[in-house]
């Protein structure tokens, strides 16, 4: 039962230009979505997160967006340098289990310059 | 200040063994959450503790187990291996347990390949 689905295992993208990430949920009691990035031999590191009540969150080049009428979110980098190259992954969690967060399968992002 | 530390980094252990990792957060974090990494399944979540108690569980079996000390240090215990336990376990860190930035800080991982 895959809750929280990022559907492209992986997405290359040329330096400069936009890097759009997808996410796709089905459990209507998330409200609360994170997006994590992970470089190899790391553990994940938080990049941006957006709550239920708002359809956008913007930190510097980063940007996520919220449908939740398609239960869909994505994350926008703008623009995308090679060190944004790592694997990204989408989490939700509800208010009930708040630090239980539920993660995609992740997207694993190339930058090529 | 230091991060999230997980002891040991690599191991490898046979099947019917039982293992034991553990995990020191960011001081000043109380709660602490494990997760197991697959390949095939991705991050799923364990369990997590805030001050001393289990808080949430995840849809593991009952030989994963886990606990937390008065110092917030935490230990999950694997009995009774199986090959499907390869992986790597990480542990996340938060300040307090409603932390709805959901701003969870990650160790590096503990790999454990059951053989």
């Known amino acids: 039962d895959q809750q929280v689905k990022q559907n492209s295992p992986s997405l290359s993208v040329q330096e400069g230009r936009i890097s759009i990430l997808n996410c796709d949920y089905t459990n209507s009691m998330f409200d609360y979505f994170l997006w994590y990035k992970k470089y190899p031999a790391e553990g994940p590191t938080f990049l941006i997160s957006?709550?239920?009540?708002?359809d956008k969150n913007e930190d510097g080049r980063f940007t996520v967006f919220l449908n939740k009428s398609a239960k869909h979110l994505s994350l926008h980098i703008v623009p995308s340098q090679p060190g944004d190259s790592a694997v990204y992954f989408c989490?939700?969690?509800?208010?009930?289990?708040?630090?239980?967060?539920?993660f995609g399968q992740g997207t694993r992002l190339t930058i090529n310059p | 200040k230091a991060g999230v530390t997980q002891t040991p980094r690599y191991l490898i252990k046979t099947r019917g063994q039982q293992v034991t990792l553990s995990c020191s957060p960011i001081?000043?974090?109380?709660?602490v959450s494990w997760y197991q990494q697959t390949p095939g399944q991705g991050l799923q979540f364990l369990f997590e503790?805030?001050?001393?108690?289990?808080?949430n569980k995840g849809n593991f079996p009952g030989r994963f187990s886990g606990r937390q000390f008065s110092n917030s240090r935490s230990e999950m215990n694997v009995s009774t291996l199986e090959l499907g336990d390869s992986a790597l376990y990480l542990c996340a860190s938060s300040l307090t347990d409603r932390a709805r930035t959901g701003e969870l800080f990650f160790g590096e991982g503990s790999r454990l390949t059951v053989l």
């Open positions: 001081s000043g974090h109380r709660s």
């Open positions: 503790y805030f001050s001393e108690t289990q808080r």
């Open positions: 957006i709550s239920s009540i708002k």
């Open positions: 989490a939700a969690s509800s208010f009930q289990g708040a630090q239980k967060l539920v």
